[in-house]
């Protein structure tokens, strides 16, 4: 079991900057990839970022490339998002995610590739 705590939410204006962070906790051995998955309301979940030390890779979203920057901690089971030039387009609940499994090209942005998932945190950025 892995438990995940997001943290870093707010309200933000248009074109600044915010960075959330997310803390895995209990049988975190295991994972292989941690990241973040976004939901604003009446839209499908959104993949954005995630993070694959097993395979080396990181994963980016076509909506926040270039925006947005994700970042594995110095203690082993952590993730930082850092998100610039914020757009109110960028409004939802934001969720840490973590899995076991390897991504791919195929399987990244897909959410039955994360085993766990967080309570989620609200970014809201007016206009």
């Known amino acids: 079991q892995v438990q995940l705590v997001e943290s870093g939410g707010g309200l933000v204006q248009a074109g600044d900057s915010l960075r959330l962070n997310c803390t895995a906790s209990?049988?975190?051995?295991?994972?292989?990839?941690m990241g973040w998955f976004r939901q604003a309301p009446g839209k499908e979940r959104e993949f954005v970022a995630a993070v694959d030390w097993g395979v080396s890779q990181i994963w980016y979203g076509d909506s926040v490339k270039g925006r947005f920057t994700i970042s594995r901690g110095d203690a082993l089971s952590t993730v930082s998002l850092q998100m610039t030039s914020l757009t109110p387009e960028d409004t939802a609940i934001y969720y840490c995610?973590?899995?076991?499994?390897?991504?791919?090209?195929?399987?990244?942005?897909?959410?039955?590739?994360?085993?766990?998932w967080g309570q989620g945190t609200q970014v809201t950025v007016s206009s």
């Open positions: 209990g049988h975190t051995r295991f994972l292989n990839s």
């Open positions: 995610v973590a899995g076991e499994l390897y991504t791919s090209h195929s399987s990244y942005f897909a959410q039955r590739t994360y085993n766990y």
